[in-house]
């Protein structure tokens, strides 16, 4: 593990507290950690429950998105187009949804493990660009939803290792959505090599 991913601490669960379209930004630059493998996460979108046509929760709560109204800093994991796993960060108060969606990051450490779990992978910066790729390379699947990541109960932590997000982060509509996708809730580190496919300013 890298200097940085060594010192890093579990985030505070002030960060995530908040309304999802706040806490999103901040994400930018913390890492998720599952075992040896460290991503720094450099591109999110927010959904906003009840209120947001996009999310999960729109319709109240299911069984399937459940871990969506708990805790804030509970990691739900959802199956999407039948075939791909994806990962969010729930935050706001307890009761009420939201989440944000992980959707890229950059692989800190354990990169070679991330390699065997994305076999079809052709650059590093490949790895984790995009939420599908991002869940593969950590081997997030169901069996992750709810864990929490303040306190690694299922070995997978939200961390910081004091890289502060980015002062001007890009921000867009989010994408791969049918419904409020105009919504300006996705953030990105500018310039970043390892953002998702369609985002612009790769």
């Given at each position: 593990?890298?200097t940085?991913?060594?010192a890093?601490?579990?985030?505070?669960?002030?960060?995530?507290?908040?309304?999802?379209?706040?806490?999103?930004?901040?994400?930018?630059?913390?890492?998720?950690?599952?075992?040896?493998?460290?991503?720094?996460?450099?591109?999110?979108?927010?959904?906003?429950g009840?209120?947001?046509?996009?999310?999960?929760?729109?319709?109240?709560?299911?069984?399937?998105?459940?871990?969506?109204?708990g805790?804030?800093?509970?990691?739900?994991?959802?199956?999407?187009?039948?075939?791909?796993?994806?990962?969010?960060?729930?935050?706001?108060?307890?009761?009420?949804?939201?989440?944000?969606?992980?959707?890229?990051?950059?692989?800190?450490?354990?990169?070679?493990a991330?390699w065997?779990?994305?076999?079809?992978?052709?650059?590093?910066r490949?790895?984790?660009?995009g939420?599908?790729?991002?869940?593969?390379?950590?081997?997030?699947?169901?069996?992750?939803?709810?864990?929490?990541?303040?306190?690694?109960?299922?070995?997978?932590?939200?961390?910081?290792?004091?890289?502060?997000?980015?002062?001007?982060?890009?921000?867009?509509?989010?994408?791969?959505?049918?419904?409020?996708?105009?919504?300006?809730?996705?953030?990105?580190?500018?310039?970043?090599?390892?953002?998702?496919?369609?985002?612009?300013?790769?």
């Amino acid at each position: 593990m890298s200097t940085g991913a060594a010192a890093a601490v579990s985030v505070s669960s002030e960060l995530l507290a908040g309304d999802p379209v706040e806490v999103a930004p901040r994400l930018l630059n913390t890492l998720l950690v599952h075992g040896e493998r460290v991503v720094r996460i450099v591109e999110v979108e927010a959904y906003r429950g009840t209120e947001d046509p996009a999310s999960h929760a729109y319709r109240g709560p299911t069984q399937r998105n459940a871990t969506m109204f708990g805790p804030p800093g509970r990691l739900y994991v959802y199956f999407t187009y039948g075939m791909h796993w994806c990962a969010n960060v729930v935050c706001g108060p307890e009761s009420v949804a939201g989440a944000v969606l992980l959707r890229a990051g950059v692989p800190v450490a354990g990169t070679e493990a991330m390699w065997a779990a994305r076999p079809a992978a052709r650059r590093e910066r490949d790895l984790c660009s995009g939420p599908a790729k991002l869940c593969q390379a950590l081997e997030l699947t169901g069996a992750f939803d709810g864990a929490d990541l303040l306190v690694g109960d299922s070995g997978v932590r939200l961390c910081t290792d004091g890289t502060e997000p980015p002062a001007t982060p890009g921000i867009g509509p989010r994408i791969g959505i049918r419904v409020a996708a105009e919504e300006p809730w996705r953030w990105w580190v500018p310039g970043d090599p390892n953002l998702s496919v369609r985002t612009a300013g790769r």
